[in-house]
């Protein structure tokens, strides 16, 4: 059994709060739906701007450098979930450590959308995820975005069993548009 996967208490619900009646499907990225991972990160990082203070380019769009390398080199990984064949959310990894270099992976974006915010899809996309590829991992969060920080902190710990290393506002790593030093977060998925 999956280590994301818990048991259902009597309300219908799993222990973390993942909604049983919800049909979730978590499916790797593929190429010709490209564009729908490209126009989800618009939106994310639409959100995310509030943090970072970024602006758009002269066509109004974040735009995401990287992400055609998702289908070119090895070790960059992006998964939708769906709950009820709508997609809910997405998770993207790459092997490029922050500023660890024996660190195998980092989250380099990951979004639930707001309808879907805490009924346990999250949490269960990045348990899928560390437990599809194992190794060494580093998160990154923006201090400012409280929700965030507190949901990473708190499944990095539990999926760990308290085995994780948790460095706020830390000096060795590159800083965030506005300046703000990260939250980094160090753990293994090693069995």
Same mark, same amino acid.
């Given at each position: 059994?999956?280590?994301?996967?818990?048991?259902?208490?009597?309300?219908?619900?799993?222990?973390?709060?993942?909604?049983?009646?919800?049909?979730?499907?978590?499916?790797?990225?593929?190429?010709?739906?490209?564009?729908?991972?490209?126009?989800?990160?618009?939106?994310?990082?639409?959100?995310?701007?509030?943090?970072?203070?970024?602006?758009?380019?002269?066509?109004?769009?974040?735009?995401?450098?990287? &992400?055609?390398? !998702?289908?070119?080199?090895?070790?960059?990984?992006?998964?939708? /979930? =769906?709950?009820?064949? @709508?997609?809910? $959310?997405?998770?993207?990894?790459?092997?490029?450590?922050?500023?660890?270099?024996?660190?195998?992976?980092?989250?380099?974006?990951?979004?639930?959308?707001?309808?879907?915010?805490?009924?346990?899809?999250?949490?269960? &996309?990045?348990? !899928?995820?560390?437990?599809?590829?194992?190794?060494?991992?580093? /998160? =990154?969060?923006?201090? @400012?975005?409280? $929700?965030?920080?507190?949901?990473?902190?708190?499944?990095?710990?539990?999926?760990?069993?308290?085995?994780?290393?948790?460095?706020?506002?830390?000096?060795?790593?590159?800083?965030?548009?506005?300046?703000?030093?990260?939250?980094?977060? !160090?753990?293994?998925?090693?069995?």
């Amino acid at each position: 059994m999956p280590s994301w996967a818990t048991t259902r208490e009597s309300s219908g619900r799993l222990s973390w709060g993942f909604r049983t009646d919800m049909n979730i499907e978590i499916t790797k990225v593929k190429e010709e739906e490209k564009e729908i991972l490209r126009n989800l990160l618009e939106k994310y990082d639409y959100e995310f701007s509030q943090y970072d203070g970024r602006d758009v380019d002269e066509n109004g769009n974040f735009g995401y450098e990287w &992400l055609d390398y !998702y289908w070119t080199e090895d070790g960059r990984y992006a998964y939708f /979930i =769906r709950a009820d064949n @709508k997609i809910a $959310g997405f998770a993207m990894s790459c092997p490029y450590a922050e500023y660890r270099e024996s660190t195998d992976y980092q989250v380099a974006e990951f979004c639930i959308l707001p309808k879907y915010r805490k009924l346990g899809l999250g949490k269960k &996309l990045a348990f !899928y995820l560390w437990d599809t590829h194992k190794g060494s991992w580093e /998160i =990154r969060c923006h201090p @400012k975005n409280i $929700g965030s920080v507190r949901f990473w902190e708190s499944i990095a710990l539990e999926y760990s069993g308290g085995k994780c290393e948790i460095v706020h506002n830390d000096t060795l790593a590159e800083p965030y548009d506005d300046k703000t030093l990260p939250n980094m977060i !160090y753990f293994s998925s090693e069995a």
